[in-house]
């Protein structure tokens, strides 16, 4: 069985463990993405086009400085920046969502700059598969 009929036969939340998918990390009260975080986003896009029964949420997501309001308002650009640009490398729109959860899911709890830097993400997670 190929790679592609291997994936296709297993489900969402199984794939997603397989990590295929890289982060990509934000400056601090930033939504761009940057230079080198493209080559993340560009591996990422060549991923969704090989497998293109994956469905994907991008989710982004903030440090713990700052109101509970501004980080969902921040982790929302942060998604949708991610999302706007797997969709200029040819991902299907109708592919992928967003999610914003703000600080609510921190990768670590430190208070400081190393943890928060690692929170300042968004996160590409295969959530479902088309038929």
Same mark, same amino acid.
């Given at each position: 069985?190929?790679? /592609?009929?291997?994936?296709?036969?297993?489900?969402?939340?199984? $794939?997603?463990?397989? +990590?295929?998918? *890289? $982060?990509? /990390?934000?400056? /601090? #009260?930033?939504?761009? $993405?940057?230079? *080198?975080?493209?080559?993340?986003?560009?591996? +990422?896009?060549? !991923? %969704?086009?090989?497998? #293109?029964? %994956?469905?994907?949420? !991008?989710?982004g997501h903030c440090d713990e400085r700052g109101t509970v309001e501004y980080n969902l308002a921040l982790g929302e650009r942060r998604a949708k920046a991610a999302y706007d640009y797997l969709v200029s490398l040819g991902v299907p729109a109708d592919r992928l969502k967003t999610v914003s959860y703000g600080k609510e899911i921190p990768s670590c709890t430190e208070s400081n700059e190393g943890c928060w830097s690692r929170n300042r993400r968004a996160k590409s997670t295969v959530t479902g598969k088309t038929r």
């Open positions: 069985m190929d790679e /592609y009929a291997r994936l296709k036969a297993m489900a969402a939340d199984e $794939i997603d463990r397989m +990590n295929l998918l *890289g $982060i990509v /990390y934000f400056d /601090y #009260d930033k939504a761009d $993405i940057r230079e *080198g975080d493209k080559a993340v986003l560009a591996k +990422n896009a060549e !991923v %969704l086009k090989k497998f #293109d029964f %994956l469905r994907v949420t !991008v989710e």
